[in-house]
């Protein structure tokens, strides 16, 4: 499986939504199983463009 960078998925997703693209169809182009677009356009909508920002925690040691 291809890795996606941010922009790629964003690009995507707004394909689906802006365009009215085929969901499967999309899928098939960028070389994705449709189930894996399909939850990029549901974080996508409930979180916008940060949904695919990686997130880093830093949790202290504690001895």
């Known amino acids: 499986m291809a890795k996606f960078t941010i922009e790629d998925k964003i690009k995507a997703v707004k ?3 802006i365009d009215r693209g085929s969901l499967l169809r999309i899928a098939k182009q ?4 449709k189930s894996i677009l399909q939850y990029w356009v549901r974080k996508y909508q409930y979180h916008g463009e940060k949904a695919f920002s990686k997130s880093y925690t830093n ?5």
């Open 15 to 17: 394909r689906y939504l």
């Open 30 to 33: 960028i070389g994705v199983n």
């Open 59 to 63: 949790y202290p040691v504690r001895y």
